[in-house]
């Protein structure tokens, strides 16, 4: 089956935003409609003028406290280009475990690339500006559908790329591709990847009008799922949805490589593989700010300061625990980072206590332990009037229409598929 991603920029039609608002409350409820460009039409454009969401996350700002100084980020996907002008001399030695020709510096798709640039590119030559620019690239190249015709190629590469990743100095596991199905083998590698203390990052899907079916490895417990929102705040109408899905970041209107070749950026939705990368960033900024945390001290400072209008602890199911906002943390020093050695995700204990600086992680009070359901007061919405102190980031993020059972969506789709088969 061909990729979803070759299918949409074939297709280059217009989509029409759905409106679809379930009201609870009045205030919460909003309507969106008109029209959407494109997807990923192949066009020559600005790819740094594309990126809206650095403005609206204070990057400027972020940067004169944190770049992802000192951490590495594992790409698992398509290959990542080195060459490319954003990521001279951002690429480390990665692995291809593809068992095909090319190694992991062969981008057969662009798509890894455009990740790798998303985290870490320079910007230089008019490239994509990374969210975390002081941040290294190791990349593990896997197989897609497309590639796979025609080729003999190893049928546990994923597992085999996510067990390499868990093995290598990385600290974040970024990976912008899922598949229908779990594995054995794909459960094992995720878990494997946990106890070695990595932050793991994936893609919630891009078929949410297409059977919306859980996305592996971001339906795994111990994966971090990463829906795609809008320049509003609100849920892309192809971001898959359910219990899989944990935290949103930016995924509308985000541009990336047309293709292998690398002789221009196409516009377009980056998806739910472009929210991964943004997410995985943001989580290096972070780190890299706080480097005696740990991978679930990290991520429950995330989760404690997304921008939601529903009650912290619970989720929805659209946006998870809400939108990122890095900049609460390292900007405003907020965000709860809690216990070294429990999850967030699943409240268990777990081996994953290693911090970035590779000391002993310290014990957390008992005081900042809190229970995932514990009362407290409502988040207040990223761009509201009460917020005019806040320099965390997304100020053009307005959350509308979120809470159990409260969406507006409208978007396209830039996604990432692979083979129907175990992953």
Known sequence: MASVLGRARKRGVSRVLRTGVVCTVAAACAWSTGLSGGAFAATTVDAQAGQWYLKAMAAPELWE??????????????????????????????????????????????????????????????????????VKIIPFRVSDTEYQNGRVVNGQDIPDAIRAAADSDAQIISMSMGSDYSSVDGREAVEYAHKKGKLFFAASGNNAEEGNKPQYPAAYPDV?????????????????????????????????????????????????????????????????????????????????????????GTRSVYLGHGLIRPGQIILDKKGEPGAPDVSPLTDEKTGGDVPANGAPAPSAPASSQAPADKPGPNAVVAGSSSESSDNSGLPGWVIGAIAAAVVVIGGGAFAFARKRRSA
């Open 224 to 312: 971090v799922g990463v829906a795609s929102a809008d320049q509003k705040g609100k849920v892309s109408d192809y971001s898959q949805h359910g219990d899989n899905v944990d935290i949103a970041a930016p995924g509308n209107d985000i541009p990336g490589w047309c293709d292998e070749t690398f002789t221009k950026y196409c516009g377009g939705d980056g998806g739910t593989s472009s929210a991964t990368a943004i997410a995985s960033a943001s989580a290096a900024l972070i780190w890299s700010q706080h480097p005696d945390w740990t991978a679930n001290q990290v991520l429950r400072a995330m989760i404690d300061t997304a921008a939601r209008d529903w009650k912290k």
């Open 65 to 134: 406290a944190a770049k992802g100084e000192g951490i590495k980020v594992a790409v698992i996907d398509s290959g990542v280009n080195p060459s490319t002008p954003s990521l001279k001399g951002q690429v480390l030695k990665g692995l291809d475990t593809t068992e095909t020709e090319g190694d992991e510096t062969d981008d057969y798709r662009g798509h890894g690339t455009t990740m790798a640039e998303l985290i870490a590119g320079t910007g230089k030559g008019g490239g994509l500006r990374g969210l975390a620019p002081s």
